[in-house]
């Protein structure tokens, strides 16, 4: 399965944006997604991960109340962020990995390229 990630760009802060995420050579129904971002100079850190049924069952506390993701089909996740603050400016990843979803990036399979997100204040 191959990943792209889309919808990122710049917005002012308190704004919102929703990315995607879609599969294609494959489906996401029998794994589950990570979304992890990467700021300038930083480490890649994980947003939130789901498990194959689209739940998130676990979510960074720095987006805890502003971040949900949504499946409309088994091909592409839309995560959303409201509230947007500053400190969210990153290049955003979805990944695919183990079925219950997992917090440490070295269990995921595939990767999507990326996409950037920046937050004006």
């Known amino acids: 399965v191959q990943l792209q990630a889309s919808g990122g760009g710049l917005v002012q802060a308190g704004g919102s944006l929703r990315l995607s995420c879609v599969a294609s050579?494959?489906?996401?129904?029998?794994?589950?997604l990570g979304w992890f971002r990467q700021a300038p100079g930083k480490e890649r850190v994980l947003v939130a991960t789901?498990?194959?049924?689209?739940?998130?069952v676990r979510i960074a506390e720095s987006v805890k109340g502003r971040f949900t993701i949504s499946r409309d089909n088994v091909k592409t996740y839309y995560p959303q962020m409201n509230n947007l603050k500053p400190e969210d400016t990153a290049v955003y990843y979805c990944?695919?990995?183990?079925?219950?979803?997992?917090?440490?990036?070295?269990?995921?399979?595939?990767w999507g390229q990326g996409t950037q997100v920046t937050v004006s204040s």
């Open positions: 990944a695919v990995g183990p079925p219950g979803g997992s917090v440490y990036s070295p269990d995921y399979y595939r």
């Open positions: 050579g494959g489906t996401f129904r029998t794994y589950g």
């Open positions: 789901s498990n194959s049924n689209g739940d998130i």
